[in-house]
């Protein structure tokens, strides 16, 4: 009796042991004032999430049920962004798969509620931010401690490995900054110990951790995921306009595509651009919103959906 007891217990844990949840987590942007925003729930350190049910119709569908049921937000443009298996991510004693989307959605819905929050994405990553010159801490707080931790490598090789990658990651030596590398500069600083992510269960002697704020389990990691997606997206394919209002003018949807991307645009060079690939076409209205004269309303040219679906839209980023 008791083997069969003892047995039984083996057994049960044993099947706990092999259990896998999955979950479906939305990384929502939208632009608001000039700054990308992010839907959050909590104390706007998670991302909305739930599990993938066996009444859900399809993995969209569960997703959307989430995001509406924590936020009251409805969610319109989604793609899926990346799957995240890893072993420990969660605990050591559960597995969870987590498959996150990416959603975009327009300013005008990005209202405040009791039971959603918007934070700008630069609250999580102020190094990003790149609108103004280099940040501070890039130079006064990353830069030195990152390199500390390259040095700090078993052999020269690996010390040469880890600078060479910082330099890529954050622009040192003299290298372009690129603003896809989003997710491998978290995740470099993460290595590092110095995001609070990577130091939590640590004693108090773990390096001091860089600026920003953190997040539950790895949805920082997921948020960088999907800032990297979409900084990459914007310019092959015209994403923008799903942040847009129905109709804007080109000086909003420049500021838009700069707050993306964390870059300035020449001016110019971007409105010759748009003109070049017909991505937009009047109203034959104008607006004096802009603080000077009136300036001319657009609105996005559906039809380049079609004409482009092969060849895509081309919209890179032109540098200042």
């Known amino acids: 009796m008791q083997d069969q007891a003892t047995g039984t217990r083996k057994g049960s844990a044993a099947g706990k042991a092999h259990e896998v949840n999955v979950d479906l987590i939305a990384v929502v942007v939208a632009v608001t004032d000039r700054e990308p925003c992010v839907l959050t729930i909590g104390q706007a350190n998670a991302l909305p999430s739930g599990p993938f049910e066996l009444g859900h119709r399809s993995l969209q569908s569960g997703l959307r049920a989430w995001v509406e049921q924590q936020t009251g937000h409805p969610l319109g443009y989604i793609e899926q962004l990346y799957t995240f298996a890893d072993r420990d991510r969660i605990g050591a004693d559960q597995r969870v798969i987590s498959i996150s989307y990416l959603a975009l959605t327009r300013e005008e819905h990005a209202t405040g509620s009791p039971k959603r929050r918007w934070r700008s994405w630069y609250d999580y990553f102020p190094w990003e931010d790149h609108r103004s010159g280099t940040p501070a801490v890039v130079s006064d707080v990353l830069k030195p401690r990152v390199l500390a931790w390259a040095d700090g490598a078993d052999n020269a090789a690996n010390r040469r490995e880890r600078r060479q990658r910082a330099a890529i990651a954050f622009g040192f030596d003299d290298r372009p900054w690129n ?97 070049q690939h017909e991505l937009v076409e009047e109203t034959g209205e104008t607006t004096a919103d802009t603080g000077g004269r009136p300036a001319k309303l657009f609105r996005f040219r559906h039809a380049v959906l079609d004409e482009r679906a092969v060849a895509g839209t081309k919209l890179p980023l032109a540098r200042a």
């Open 179 to 275: 603003e896809e590398l989003t997710l491998q500069r978290y995740e470099l600083l993460y290595e590092a110990a110095l995001v609070e992510e990577a130091t939590r269960g640590r004693d108090a002697s773990s390096p001091t951790v860089a600026p920003g704020m953190s997040m539950i389990a790895d949805h920082r990691r997921i948020l960088a995921t999907g800032i990297g997606r979409l900084r990459s997206k914007i310019k092959y394919r015209p994403v923008v306009f799903e942040l847009m209002p129905p109709v804007f003018t080109l000086l909003q949807l420049q500021h838009s595509v700069e707050a993306l991307a964390g870059r300035l645009i020449h001016k110019p060079n971007f409105r010759r651009l748009i003109e």
